[in-house]
């Protein structure tokens, strides 16, 4: 069990520009949770994926953010035209299929959009 | 829909005082709770959490927490703090069924000085 991991750590990039995070589940998890957390809040989700099937969505995931997790295994977000407002700490987690939603949280990958 | 308030944003504290991290949340349903740590620049760790049985519960480094229904909090308690307890404290909660998020609170800080 390596934990959940995500990439890049940390990404600085232009306005309008599009930026792609990458999380790796514990293998045995069959559930994926993202979320966005700023300055001074608490995590806020984003979307959950059971396998490969995107299950639930935030209305904090605007058109131009989007997410994939193609063979139920690792999962992308992307951001299309970045604004200075999604710079944030983007939070990948993972959890087992039964019982209780207890997760597991990677270290997060940090944007900063200038 | 569930919520959760976190009653204080900071929480100054001595080493080897008591400590108490409020939480109350709110929902329509069951729900289970949980609390995580974020120690400064690394991912969320689950601290304790509450699913069934038992309203005392105990976690890791020496942390408990109370379920009170009545009361619809999930008080944080430590009877005598450590500087490495300095972190980021956030309650979370979610609906007792498989699959649903979690949703957190703004988070606490609790700051330990000698």
Redesign the interface.
């Known amino acids: 069990d390596t934990g ?1 991991s995500q990439d890049p750590r940390h990404k600085i990039t232009k306005r309008g520009q599009n930026v792609t995070f990458r999380c790796d589940p514990i293998s045995e998890h069959n ?1 994926l ?1 993202w ?1 966005r957390q700023t300055l ?6 984003l979307t ?1 994926f ?1 396998n490969e099937a995107q ?2 969505k935030s209305r904090l995931l605007s058109d131009r953010f989007s997410a994939e997790r193609p063979k139920g295994s690792f999962s992308t977000l992307e951001i299309q035209r970045t604004e200075q407002g999604d710079s944030a700490m983007y ?1 990948c ?1 993972s959890s087992r ?12 990958s940090r944007l900063t959009v200038l | 829909a569930q919520s ?1 308030t ?1 009653l204080d944003s900071q929480v100054p504290v001595f080493e080897e005082a008591p400590v108490e991290l409020r939480c109350n949340y709110s929902s329509s349903v069951s729900v ?1 709770l ?1 609390w ?1 740590v974020q120690y400064p620049n ?5 601290l304790l ?1 509450y ?1 069934s049985g038992s309203t005392l519960v105990k976690g890791i480094n020496g942390f408990e927490a109370e379920f009170n229904k009545s009361q619809t909090s999930f008080h944080l308690r430590k009877p005598s703090v450590h500087i490495s307890d300095t972190a980021e404290y ?1 309650c ?1 909660v ?1 609906p ?1 069924q ?10 606490t800080t609790l700051s330990v000085s000698s």
């Not at chain 2, 690394?42 to 689950?46: E, H, I, R, W």
């Not at chain 2, 498989?98 to 988070?107: D, R």
């Open positions: 959940v559930r949770y979320y001074g809040q608490g995590p806020e989700f959950y059971q299950l639930e939070l987690a299929s039964s019982g209780a939603n207890v997760l597991t949280f990677g270290a997060g | 959760v976190q289970y949980f995580y690394q991912g969320l760790q689950l959490k699913l956030f979370a979610s007792n498989a699959g649903t998020a979690l949703i957190f609170g703004k988070g």
